[in-house]
């Protein structure tokens, strides 16, 4: 099974400002199959990023997604108020057995 | 527009089973592989189980391995987990989510049903 360890647990950021998330992978995630999903209280998760870099439809330029192999980022240039939620990284390209990251939360400093 | 609509959640001692069901409509069900996601109270996500949409390739957690059994019914647009030997660690929200093929992501999210596993 594939580990993936984001971090950090918690970022602490004001709105305008640059959110880096990292995740990291135990092994190799093949071609590239990793997504980030956004959650917000009381509400399922969304899809941002698959395929490591590209965008689900409807999703704001100012999310991106970078990485490959066992190092992957997801950066959000400028935080606006709607941005504040737990970000998720997922690989579902290990066979059978999908995993998810444990979560960073992006919180209002 | 895509809608997932679980049911069957519950309050369940532990030892006994339960059925949760995944309503789907928006989409031509049978084109589209199909997941099950658990979000134990305050935590993260975990990956439960996911089928193919000719029910081709399936697969489990180890947590749930041997205990629960994910199916499909293509004619009646549903999915299905069925969970039995509960224990008190299987208490979570659980979402059915969609996917393009089984190694893709989730584009497609339910609201989830509550699976509280106490005496």
């Known amino acids: 099974e594939i580990v993936l360890t984001q971090s950090p647990g918690t970022l602490s950021l004001s709105p305008g400002e640059r959110a880096t998330l990292s995740c990291r992978a135990s092994q190799s995630v093949s071609s590239s199959y990793l997504a980030w999903y956004q959650q917000k209280p009381g509400q399922a998760p969304r899809l941002l990023i698959y395929g490591a870099s590209s965008r689900a439809t409807g999703i704001p330029d100012r999310f991106s997604g970078s990485g490959s192999g066992t190092d992957f980022t997801l950066t959000i240039s400028r935080l606006e108020p709607e941005d504040f939620a737990v970000y998720y990284c997922?690989?579902?390209?290990?066979?059978?057995?999908?995993?998810f990251g444990g979560g960073t939360k992006v919180e209002i400093k | 527009e895509v809608q997932l609509v679980e049911s069957g959640g519950g309050l369940v001692q532990p030892g006994r089973s339960l059925r949760l069901s995944c309503a789907a409509s928006?989409?031509?069900?049978?084109?589209?592989?199909m997941h099950w996601v658990r979000q134990a109270p305050g935590k993260g996500l975990e990956w439960v189980s996911g089928?193919?949409?000719?029910?081709?390739?399936?697969g489990y957690a180890d947590s749930v391995k041997g205990r629960f059994t994910i199916s499909r019914d293509n004619a009646k647009n549903s999915l299905y987990l069925q969970m039995n030997s509960l224990r008190a660690e299987d208490t979570a929200l659980y979402y059915c989510?969609?996917?393009?093929?089984?190694?893709?992501?989730?584009?497609?999210w339910g609201q989830g049903t509550l699976v509280t596993v106490s005496s």
């Open positions: 989510a969609k996917a393009d093929g089984y190694n893709s992501a989730f584009d497609y």
């Open positions: 997922q690989q579902y390209g290990s066979s059978q057995r999908l995993t």
């Open positions: 089928i193919s949409w000719n029910s081709g390739s399936i």
């Open positions: 928006g989409f031509t069900f049978d084109d589209y592989a």
